[in-house]
């Protein structure tokens, strides 16, 4: 009998919780096209080449300069988030992306950013500090005078904006929120947000007697949207569906579970006779492009202002959104926020319009799977960039297990459970994730009241490794999509 891998009852168990580039044959005779070729040989789609030129001001050349340093950058901030720690005080683009700017609260820690390609600047409040402020705000979102239309951590100046169309209400409603006021600042704004909703005709998809709003992203099953769009429980068709689960206010985020019939595919419409692939939710920087598709004003670009952002409606207060400069209007509810092919977020609410110009907010895609359990869906229809069983690079292991996370998420294994080694020796661990996400492994020992950790992998990788030397007990591992989502692939051995 093998004693090497005991499984205990669940009883003990704790669960928590750029683009695809579409390329077609060219007709015989049918002359090059150059912006076609630049496309494809930037990794994107000529839609969206086309999109960020016209709405950002940028040649072909531009374009792809833009979305490499924005690929260097989100990597680099994936590292200086971990080894910053409390000293971290947020990260942001320049308006051309060519400067990538790293707070920190500890002179002591600029060389870290250098080292990883970024210019540090010394601030006054971490992130964590800000968040914090901002948290207290929104804990007092229902006293917010209408005056107010919302709240954001605005990092590049490391302060908390407050939004107002009288500095006097945003006074007192800082007042009353208790927070430090020298960790905030008021703006005057003439924002006065809405959902889009409620316009008639598009390509879109329908709620009760006939309001529209515009599909987010497709995920086993269905699709995600805006809370705003439908209640629980409310009906839909083209496609034909019923809302399984919607939040709103505090949150702005539903999704729909199609009837058969209907079949979701990873991709985005781009309003331009074709469509853009979707192969992941990796979150994008602040200043990073973005593209927004929806079925009033079709698709548009602009850049990330913001994270973790509050906004006022009539109807309440939405925290953790993303604030953008990208213009959209009503109908484009629930639509599609994609950075090259990573999915961001979907359509809330926003000032001005396309003409215009104007402020939109996006409800982040990440949160929508990971409150209700979704899987994201790519261009081909499978989650993105599955491993396989083992996972590569995780030969050579005597256990294997897979599993499917949202970014933000944690599993626990063996089968949300743990093992019992009955001798002392060595325990190994292997973790391979999605490509461009960064999955995290613990390996956690039950100490008589509680699950300690005894060794981790936690760079800024999807692939990780750990090696502990133990006594006989009880042990389990961690498995934790720090950033991105889909599936991994764990091997592990013990004594």
């Not at 005779?29 to 080449?49: E, N």
């Not at 496609?239 to 939040?247: D, E, I, L, R, V």
């Not at 609410?349 to 990440?366: D, M």
Request: hydrophobic content about 35%.
């Amino acid at each position: 009998m093998n004693h090497r891998l005991l499984f205990a009852s669940a009883a003990a168990t704790l669960t928590l919780g750029i683009t695809v580039a579409l390329t077609y044959p060219a007709a015989a005779g049918q002359a090059p096209d150059p912006a076609a070729d630049a496309a494809t040989a930037a990794g994107i789609s000529p839609q969206v080449l086309q999109a960020m030129s016209r709405d950002l001001k940028l040649d072909p050349a531009g374009v792809r300069a833009r979305l490499a340093d924005e690929a260097r950058a989100g990597k680099a901030d994936l590292t200086l988030r971990k080894s910053l720690g409390t000293t971290y005080g947020g990260a942001w683009l320049s308006a051309d992306a060519k400067t990538f700017t790293v707070g920190v609260t500890s002179q002591a820690q600029a060389d870290k950013v250098r080292a990883a390609g970024a210019t540090p600047k010394l601030v006054a409040h971490s992130l964590a500090q800000l968040d914090a402020v901002k948290a207290q705000l929104d804990a007092v979102a229902a006293k917010a005078p209408k005056a107010i239309p919302g709240w954001y951590v605005d990092v590049a100046a490391n302060q908390v904006v407050v939004l107002a169309r009288t500095g006097a209400d945003a006074a007192g409603f800082i007042r009353s929120s208790g927070v430090d006021a020298t960790a905030v600042r008021i703006d005057a704004s003439t924002e006065t947000p809405v959902p889009y909703i409620d316009v008639i005709g598009g390509n879109a998809y329908y709620i009760g007697s006939g309001s529209r709003c515009s599909v987010g992203f497709s995920v086993s099953g269905g699709f995600v949207t805006a809370g705003h769009c439908g209640t629980t429980g409310s009906t839909t068709t083209q496609p034909s569906g019923t809302f399984a689960g919607s939040s709103f206010p505090g949150n702005d985020y539903a999704w729909v579970r199609v009837n058969s019939g209907n079949t979701p595919r990873g991709l985005v419409n781009n309003y331009a006779g074709g469509t853009v692939s979707v192969s992941g939710s990796t979150d994008a920087a602040i200043g990073a492009s973005v593209c927004r598709s929806g079925s009033t004003t079709g698709w548009h670009c602009g850049t990330i202002q913001a994270r973790n952002a509050s906004v006022t409606y009539s109807q309440g207060t939405v925290s953790g959104l993303i604030r953008t400069n990208v213009c959209a209007e009503p109908g484009d509810s629930g639509g599609s926020l994609i950075a090259g092919n990573q999915a961001q977020g979907v359509t809330s609410g926003g000032s001005g319009n396309c003409s215009s110009g104007g402020t939109t907010y996006f409800q982040p895609v990440n949160e929508i799977l990971s409150a209700y359990g979704l899987t994201l869906l790519t261009g081909t229809g499978t989650p993105p960039s599955s491993p396989p069983p083992g996972g590569s690079g995780c030969t050579g292991y005597e256990f294997s297990r897979n599993g499917t996370l949202s970014s933000g998420g944690s599993a626990y294994q063996p089968d949300n459970s743990y093992y019992q080694s009955t001798a002392s020796g060595t325990h190994r661990g292997c973790l391979v994730g999605p490509s461009g996400t960064d999955f995290d492994l613990y390996l956690q020992k039950w100490n008589g009241s509680a699950w300690a950790n005894v060794a981790q992998g936690a760079t800024a990788s999807n692939a990780e490794t750990l090696t502990y030397s133990g006594t006989a007990g009880s042990y389990r591992y961690r498995v934790h999509a720090y950033s991105g989502g889909g599936s991994y692939a764990l091997g592990f051995t013990n004594p």
